[in-house]
Nanobody, 124 residues
């Protein structure tokens, strides 16, 4: 079993930055592909960014390219999402996900585990 706990969400203004963290426990984190997803009210959940190991390959959705940065620390069993130049349309609940296959369908993930989500609200 894998537990994922997100933190770092909050209320910010347009143009601000925010860093989300996702701490994993329960299994060998370094074998996972990790992703961040988001879901806004009334919309489907969508992938924001993903990262896999051992080479640290990354993937970004078009709507966050150049603004968001995904990274991970296998030492801390943690994946991060640095969000810059935030826009009101980035408002959503952000979820961390783990694909224990290591990203066999890269860049699509097949998440086996999800975190509980953290709210990000960007005011205009």
């Amino acid at each position: 079993q894998v537990q994922l706990v997100e933190s770092g969400g909050g209320l910010v203004q347009a143009g601000d930055s925010l860093t989300l963290s996702c701490a994993a426990s329960g299994r060998t984190f370094s074998n996972f592909a990790m992703g961040w997803y988001r879901q806004a009210p009334g919309l489907e959940r969508e992938m924001v960014a993903a990262i896999k190991w051992p080479f640290g390959s990354t993937y970004y959705a078009e709507f966050v390219k150049g603004r968001f940065l995904i990274s991970r620390s296998n030492f801390k069993n943690t994946v991060y999402l640095r969000m810059n130049s935030l826009k009101p349309e980035d408002t959503a609940v952000y979820y961390c996900a783990a694909d224990i296959s290591g990203g066999s369908q890269w860049p699509d993930l097949r998440p086996n585990y999800w975190g509980q989500g953290t709210q990000v609200t960007v005011s205009s």
